[in-house]
């Protein structure tokens, strides 16, 4: 008899934690777990804007797939580019752009979200993101990289223009990208003597008329005064109307000339999730609170690409998308999936929101952990706390410690690294969305593996 074949798909937070779940909870002869994934680590996002600020090396924040010798899953180095429910087989481009069908009996779907955008002229084209490990070490080189042009510019409206920069989104990560990345412009400033500091620049711009709703008013607002404090202009009920390579027009009519637009005005699921041609709510696939497709059997979907129902808020409401629910979810849909294969009954995944952590760098920070409200020492202990002991492993512990620590004795660092310097680098070049198949192409794919020569 051969084993059930399980594949899960993306090692974020979601598909890690159900893949080690698996592996601990069956036996070797009780199922074959294969994971699919273009990168061989597991990215923890919410630090990200401390890499781009350069508190955290990047190698501390990309946890190892294969630091043990218990992990026993397979591990595909690719990208899923589509599904075909019906024959039950994964289309996969590897990292050498090879194309292979993968058939499985159970798929786990936890390709994660991608930045939305939206169709506002040049947004694409001009834009960086603040997803992927990369971009936070593209934009870190960036930001520093303006500065050591506009002090050997000769030209005083090129010296204004590289040093204003502009984050659009006032959820956490914008926030927190633009609070970090002033933190270091601030610092690096008074490296360079010939720059005038009052020419720095940071825009916070938000469509929304209040930054992270979900902290409350008084947090909320708690925010924004260190924000404002630290000279961050913060515009809301504001966007972007044209994106430009060295200016940036927004919404109520102000241009401004700049050479940084950072983009983090949400998320929408992963391209993969259309491939399914199944029905999806907002873009995220509809599943049950159980996560799985309902009326297709062994289909599970999670994290941040899946409209899971938010039991513990009712009222038809779906789990945001944050890895605080991903990485439960894991561990669950784990448990379903092992349910499933075993003829037992799956559970509902349950889960009452901990609250929110928000580091602005250095000491500031707002938090509100189980509805209590903190600011300043309290909430940046709390939020450090939090997020170093969601850190999957001892190693990444110590190296996101040791940082912290080094950061917090020897001031920031102000390495440009140059690594990427003369590549090509916006948004659309860092998260490969033209390389997913329409549903048709899928089943063409599936359907001709299938025929005899
Ligand atoms: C800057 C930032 C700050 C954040 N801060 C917080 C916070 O403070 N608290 C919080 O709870 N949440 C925070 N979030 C949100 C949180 O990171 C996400 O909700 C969470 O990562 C979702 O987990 P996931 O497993 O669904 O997706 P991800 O963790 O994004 O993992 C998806 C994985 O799938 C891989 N993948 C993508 N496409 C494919 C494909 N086609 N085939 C195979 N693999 C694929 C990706 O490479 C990735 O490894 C933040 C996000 C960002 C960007």
């Known amino acids: 008899m051969t084993r059930p074949r399980i594949l899960v798909v993306g090692a974020g937070f979601a598909g890690v934690e159900c893949v080690r779940r698996l592996e601990r909870k069956l036996s070797p002869d009780e199922a074959d777990v294969t994971l ?22 990047p190698q501390s924040i990309a946890v190892s797939l294969r630091r043990s010798k218990k992990y026993r899953t397979r591990i595909i180095p690719g990208g899923a580019i589509g599904v075909d429910l019906k024959s039950k087989v994964c289309v996969i481009r590897t990292i050498t752009d090879e194309i292979v069908n993968e058939p499985y ?11 939305r955008t939206f169709d506002i002229p040049g947004l694409t084209d001009h834009a960086f993101g603040m997803k992927t490990l990369a971009e936070a070490a593209y934009i870190r080189d960036h930001v520093i990289s303006q500065l050591d042009l506009a002090d050997a510019s000769q030209d005083p409206a090129e010296r204004a223009s590289r040093l204003q920069f502009v984050v659009v989104g006032g959820g956490y990560a914008g926030t927190e990208t633009a609070a970090c990345l002033q933190r270091l412009t601030h610092a690096a400033v008074k490296r360079y003597p010939r720059l005038d500091p009052g020419l720095i620049k940071w825009h916070l711009i938000d469509i929304a008329p209040k930054l992270m709703p979900e902290l409350g008013d008084k947090l909320g607002s708690s925010a924004q005064e260190i924000l404002r404090r630290r000279g961050i202009d913060i515009s809301l009920g504001t966007s972007i109307a044209k994106a430009g390579p060295e200016e940036v027009t927004f919404t109520d009519g102000r241009v401004v000339p700049t050479r940084t637009l950072i983009w983090t005005a949400g998320v929408v699921a992963s391209p993969l999730i259309a491939t399914l041609g199944a029905e999806t709510v907002k873009g995220r696939l509809a599943v049950a ?24 808020k009712g009222d038809g ?10 990485l439960r979810q894991g561990r669950h849909v784990a448990d379903n999936v092992i349910a499933s294969l075993r003829g037992q009954a799956m559970k509902p995944y349950v889960h009452k929101d901990l609250g929110l952590v928000v580091d602005l760098g250095g000491t500031d920070a707002v938090s509100k952990p189980l509805g209590i409200e903190l600011r300043g020492l309290p909430a940046q202990a709390v939020a450090r706390g939090y997020h170093w002991s969601a850190l999957r492993t001892n190693v990444a512990k110590t190296r996101v410690m040791t940082n912290w ?27 490969y969305t033209d390389a997913y198949l329409t549903p048709e192409q899928v089943r063409e794919r599936v359907e001709g593996a299938s025929r005899p020569e």
């Open 36 to 57: 699919v994934t273009p990168f061989a680590y597991q990215l923890y996002l919410p630090l990200l804007p401390q890499v781009a600020s350069g508190v955290l090396t």
């Open 289 to 312: 609170s159980e996560m799985n497709l309902p009326g297709d059997d062994g289909v599970f979907a999670l994290g941040d690409s899946a409209a899971v129902p938010d039991l513990a």
């Open 405 to 431: 620590l080094l950061n917090a004795i020897a001031g920031d660092d102000f390495v440009r690294t140059g690594f990427q310097a003369r590549k090509a680098a916006r948004l659309k070049d860092f998260e």
């Open 317 to 326: 409401a779906m789990c945001p998308p944050t890895a605080q629910h991903a």
């Open 105 to 115: 009996d159970y798929i786990v779907l936890a390709p994660g979200s991608i930045t």
